[in-house]
């Protein structure tokens, strides 16, 4: 049977709240200092001194970062996003890139055309028939 790990894994806070078993998931496990910053409840930091695992601790390029930014105002992901979580995606873009490539990722988020005669209409207000939003 093949092995269902994967090279690279990149981890935020929640996986190390939740305790996530990260070393039997993938062969090195990433993160960015920000997310160690904000881990403050004693259990977990106990847990993150003694991990069974290397932890490596990775800042992303401002390359990086800044097409992360982009991508997520495009998609309109970019309001409900931390910095730190800008930091961690843009991590998993930049070992991908590095490790696999980028000629597999989107450059621009897809365009949905929604077509409101087949979705409810809100008789309070007026709604255009097609519009255009990105995914």
Same mark, same amino acid.
């Given at each position: 049977?093949?092995?269902?790990?994967?090279?690279?894994?990149?981890? *935020?806070?929640?996986?190390? $709240?939740? %305790?996530?078993?990260?070393?039997?998931?993938?062969?090195?496990?990433? +993160?960015?200092? /920000?997310?160690? %910053?904000?881990?403050? /409840?004693?259990?977990?930091?106990?847990?993150?001194?003694?991990?069974?695992?290397? $932890? &490596? $601790?990775?800042? !992303?390029?401002?390359?990086?970062?800044?097409?992360? +930014?982009?991508?997520?105002?495009?998609?309109?992901?970019?309001?409900?996003?931390?910095? +730190?979580?800008?930091?961690? &995606?843009?991590?998993?873009?930049? =070992?991908?890139?590095?490790?696999?490539? +980028?000629?597999?990722?989107? %450059?621009?988020?897809?365009?949905?055309?929604?077509?409101?005669?087949?979705? !409810?209409? *809100? !008789? &309070?207000? =007026?709604? !255009? $028939?097609?519009?255009?939003?990105? =995914?």
């Amino acid at each position: 049977m093949a092995s269902s790990r994967v090279p690279h894994v990149v981890a *935020d806070a929640g996986a190390f $709240l939740k %305790n996530a078993a990260l070393q039997e998931i993938g062969d090195h496990i990433y +993160t960015v200092r /920000d997310v160690v %910053n904000e881990i403050r /409840d004693r259990p977990t930091r106990r847990r993150l001194a003694v991990l069974p695992y290397e $932890l &490596l $601790l990775r800042e !992303p390029k401002a390359e990086s970062i800044q097409l992360v +930014t982009d991508f997520s105002k495009k998609t309109g992901d970019y309001v409900s996003l931390s910095a +730190t979580d800008i930091k961690v &995606l843009a991590l998993a873009y930049q =070992l991908e890139a590095e490790h696999v490539g +980028t000629e597999h990722i989107r %450059n621009e988020p897809p365009q949905k055309v929604i077509n409101f005669l087949e979705t !409810p209409w *809100d !008789p &309070l207000y =007026l709604k !255009p $028939l097609f519009c255009i939003y990105g =995914l």
